[in-house]
């Protein structure tokens, strides 16, 4: 295989044969577009820093590929006395739900969902039994509409080799009133692991969907790569959430989708506190006039953490309105990058569009960038865009500690404050504990 | 649509220095740029053995560098530079007397209102016609005082120590493609010096006009705004219009001593088939302040983004930008701050207009290192558009290592409001009217820190294009 050397991020774990292996047993549409997605992947270079949306992570620097072996697919008992500590610990912390998917590393292990969101048609499934039960659902949307190999290297090395993932579909006019709450652990050091997640709501369907991924440290570099797609029709209501909560040695990947259709809701979180390294690409699509999607972001780095938040807005119908708020705090070496676009494509009229990007830094050594980008290309539009670094602000703690906290409490409370902000425009039940916890462990870290 | 036919009728572009004189020229180079051309512009000017050297380096460094594919687009201008005059020599010698200047020269800046100018409001005058400075003059008080206010080529030879102390040091020509090709041809600006303590009361000019078609004008300035000085450069500039593209790019380098205060203005008012490739920078010391007031009404496509590296400890850097870019015009400017020391500061605000196909684009650094202990930046940037068709971008870069820093950037992005409108035009004004007033309403932050004279007229300008629009 001398020609395959040559090609960059082709390693004796990940290759075409790997992609073979992973396509034994699929039916041919799917093994035909992971070999299509293959061939994309190693038809691109390895990003750069030379390009813009690579310019503060140097993957070279952060990424060892060639180290990486791929992760086990072999599932383990749907025994909760089994699970790790730490998996069933967050779980418990869970409320009420519609409906579980359980991973552990890469391979679903346990499956439910309600009786009667089931007799209405909700399906909630691993992605290879929804290929299997479901095709004619999946075979549509998969890496086509949303995430499809062409939008990069990872996009295309996540459809060429995804082990399993969740499929979720909400018929019409189906309200889900409790979130389905989807939790992962990985143990596997060295490992890279690689999972899809597929969600269709149809139209004035609505539904909320929590995704945690959590690990204890690992002593190699392992990889989570995650691709995730969130389609809503016409008048739609979908929350996305997810929680990063990986160990050190993680490297965390995730490039998430968005298609909203006409006057529908498509709202996301993403909360970034774990791993070592964490790459999240978002690009929300406001297709259908009168769509609408609140984009949240909330992270808190320490160490020498290094986050990476890439995100755009289009805006290709009029009407829709886009709002973007990430906040972060970053002590120690930690490093943040944010890199955000507003596009409003031509004709799309009466755009509502904002983006805000605020930094916290708590040491010295921490560092955030900050790119809050606009390109506008319709004139009846309201746009707008902020951004911030700043310190904790020095009346804030001396209020706090004149009221006798200790400047440790003081500056909790602040951090806290300034994050919570976030959480309270998407206050789903238990995840705004969870994160204010999580939050509370690092500090007093 | 009566409201539609106001915008339209908001020509703000129509170009009246677009005038063109009978071309007559001393000298020129072949079209085009080459080792030759380069060694030709050296030896017009009689430069020293170390300024060529200087200048066949740049060359080497402006041929290695690949065209820049971010900002406007430069795919044509390749063609262009094949046939353009990089040097063009207007006269022989530069003149200190008005009456000294060519017949025709002279009145190209009488009608653009130079002369009168001087006499009124202005401590010295520049004007450079083509590649060359052709007159250059400064009020007896201030040269009384030292001030050095000359051309680039005399500063070189009247002043050598002084100018190879700082030429070249504060934008070496490695810095982009456009500051190495501007030192490899460079050709007339301006060289200042205002000595320690020296307040100029009033501003100097210097004038930038080029005639010719297919040339390229490449001015230098190097200005040294020594302690405690304090100073104001306005720098204006015009051309005819015509079918064949030209070519502008400047370097201008700036030192601003402790305690210092320099504020350098720039209104650009390229005609529209100019590419305008502007490299602006200044060394900003201890408690000095430096103030960038950049506007940008002409050009095809203008890429410039003055900046300040405040390296001494309480240095400020001021940046006000206004841009407007009518049909089939890009205006890609900003500016950039670089905090290189504690308790700096700085400001930038950006506006723009974009009309018709127009694409005003600001892009922006602010970078704080580690260490700028206390260091504050505040960016804002508002953008209007009037057409349907018009086009905004923005691109702030926010880079910051230090915790003890407080920075903060805000854009927004509107047009012209029909409730805005619909008010004004209730309380009896006519359309055309609220639509100015909206507008000048608009830049009036900007437009109330220029020298009054061009504050007057950036205003009339706004007014008269809009007069009687409604029909």
Same mark, same amino acid.
């Given at each position: 295989m001398a020609e395959t050397t040559t090609i960059e991020g082709v390693t004796e774990a990940i290759n075409r044969a790997a992609v073979e292996a992973r396509s034994h047993g699929e039916p041919a549409w799917l093994a035909q577009r992971r070999a299509h997605a293959w061939s994309v992947y190693e038809s691109l270079?390895?990003?750069?820093?030379?390009?813009e949306e690579w310019r503060y992570t140097d993957l070279r620097r952060?990424? %060892?590929? %060639?180290a990486l072996h791929l992760g086990s697919t072999e599932a383990g008992p749907d025994d909760p006395s089994s699970y790790p500590e730490r998996l069933r610990a967050t779980m418990n912390e869970d409320?009420?739900?519609?409906g579980h998917l359980v991973f552990i590393d890469g391979a679903v292990v346990h499956t439910d969902i309600r009786d009667d969101l089931a007799s209405l048609g909700v399906i909630l499934m691993p992605l290879r039994q929804a290929v299997r039960e479901h095709p004619e659902l999946v075979e549509s949307h998969l890496a086509t509409e949303?995430?499809?190999?062409?939008?990069?290297k990872f996009a295309a090395l996540n459809a060429a080799l995804w082990s399993d993932g969740v499929f979720l579909y909400v018929p019409r006019g189906v309200r889900l009133d409790n979130p389905v709450r989807v939790t992962r652990w990985i143990s596997e050091a060295g490992a890279a692991f690689f999972s899809r997640t597929l969600i269709v709501a149809e139209s004035t369907s609505q539904v909320s969907y929590v995704d945690e991924i959590l690990s204890d440290d690992f002593d190699t570099q392992t990889l989570a790569s995650a691709a995730v797609e969130v389609i809503t029709r016409d008048g739609a209501q979908v929350q996305y959430v997810s929680l990063q909560r990986m160990g050190r040695g993680a490297f965390y990947q995730s490039k998430q989708r968005t298609l909203a259709g006409r006057d529908s809701t498509l709202d996301t979180l993403n909360v970034t506190l774990g791993a070592s390294v964490s790459r999240v690409d978002l690009n929300a699509r406001l297709?259908?006039?009168?769509a609408n999607s609140d984009m949240l972001g909330l992270y808190f780095g320490d160490d020498d953490q290094h986050f990476d938040h890439n995100t755009s807005q289009d805006h290709?119908?009029?009407?829709a309105r886009s709002d973007l708020l990430y906040k972060g705090a970053l002590d120690g070496h930690a490093r943040a990058a944010f890199r955000g676009i507003i596009r409003v494509h031509e004709?799309?009229?009466?755009t509502d569009a904002y983006q805000t990007n605020r930094n916290l830094l708590l040491s010295e050594h921490a560092r955030a960038d900050s790119l809050p980008n606009l390109e506008i290309e319709a004139d009846d539009v309201k746009c707008s865009h902020g951004s911030t670094v700043g310190q904790l602000d020095d009346d804030h703690l001396f209020y706090l500690m004149s009221r006798g906290l200790s400047r440790e409490k003081a500056e909790r409370l602040v951090v806290v404050g300034f994050l919570g902000e976030v959480m309270s425009r998407l206050p789903l039940g238990g995840v705004v504990e969870k994160v204010t916890r999580a939050i509370a462990e690092k500090l007093r870290a | 649509m009566p409201q539609n036919e106001v915008i339209q009728g908001?020509?703000?572009?129509?170009?009246?220095?677009g005038f063109v004189d009978e071309e007559k020229h001393v000298f020129r180079t072949q079209p085009g740029l080459s080792e030759e051309v380069v060694r030709q512009i050296s030896a017009q000017k009689e430069e020293p053995e170390w300024m060529l050297e200087f200048r066949l380096k740049a060359l080497q460094i402006y041929e290695s560098k690949p065209m820049p594919?971010?900002?406007?687009?430069?795919?044509k201008l390749e063609e262009t530079l094949d046939e353009i005059y990089f040097y063009v020599r207007p006269q022989d010698r530069m003149e200190?007397?008005?009456?000294?200047?060519?017949e025709n020269i002279k009145n190209t800046f009488e009608r653009l209102g130079i002369p009168e100018a001087e006499q009124k409001v202005l401590a010295g005058v520049g004007a450079q016609y083509e590649s060359e400075m052709v007159y250059h003059s400064l009020k007896e008080e201030w040269e009384s005082k030292g001030v050095i206010f000359d051309s680039i080529e005399d500063g070189l030879k009247n002043h050598p120590e002084l100018f190879r102390k700082y030429?070249?040091?504060?934008?070496?020509?490695?810095?982009n493609k456009f500051s190495a090709m501007n030192s490899a041809v460079w050709s007339g600006g301006s060289f200042v010096y205002i000595p320690k303590g020296v307040e100029l009361e009033t501003p100097l000019q210097a004038y930038f006009r080029v005639n010719q078609e297919r040339m390229g004008q490449f001015e230098r300035t190097l200005i040294i705004a020594d302690e405690g000085s304090r100073a104001h450069y306005i720098e204006g500039c015009t051309a005819p219009t015509y079918s064949t593209e030209s070519f502008h790019s400047g370097v201008i380098e700036i030192v601003v001593n402790r305690g210092a205060h320099f504020r350098y203005t720039t209104i650009q008012n390229w005609s529209n088939n100019m590419y305008n490739l502007v490299t602006q920078r200044a060394l900003v010391h201890e408690h000095a302040t430096m103030e960038w007031l950049d506007g940008n009404l002409g050009s095809k496509l203008t890429m410039k983004y003055p900046s300040c590296?405040?390296?001494?400890?309480g240095a400020h850097g001021n940046i006000l930008s206004i841009a407007y870019a009518g049909d089939g015009q890009h205006q890609d400017t900003g500016g950039k701050v670089i905090h290189?020391?504690?308790r700096t500061t700085s400001s930038i605000v950006s506006k723009s207009i974009s009309k018709g196909t127009g694409r005003s684009s600001y892009r922006g650094l602010c970078k704080v290192y580690?260490?700028?202990?206390g260091a504050k930046s505040n960016v804002e940037c508002d953008a209007l558009l009037i057409n349907e068709t018009s086009r905004t971008d923005t691109y702030p870069y926010i880079e910051i290592e230090e915790k003890r820093s407080n920075i903060g950037h805000e854009a927004t992005v509107s047009k012209v409001g029909d409730e805005q409108l619909f008010y004004l035009m209730s309380r009896g004004m006519s359309e055309e009217e609220a639509m100015a007033l909206i507008v000048r309403g608009f830049i009036e932050p900007i437009a109330k820190q220029l020298p009054l004279e061009y504050a007057v007229e950036l205003n009339r300008l706004i007014e008269l294009e809009m007069e009687g629009s409604v029909g």
């Open positions: 270079p390895l990003p750069t820093t030379r390009r952060v990424l %060892d590929l %060639d409320h009420e739900a519609a949303a995430v499809p190999p062409e939008e990069g297709m259908g006039p009168g290709e119908a009029p009407s004709g799309a009229q009466q | 908001l020509e703000l572009d129509e170009y009246k220095y594919t971010w900002g406007g687009d430069l795919s200190r007397s008005w009456d000294d200047v060519p030429f070249g040091t504060v934008i070496p020509s490695a810095d590296y405040l390296v001494g400890e290189a020391a504690p580690d260490g700028a202990v």
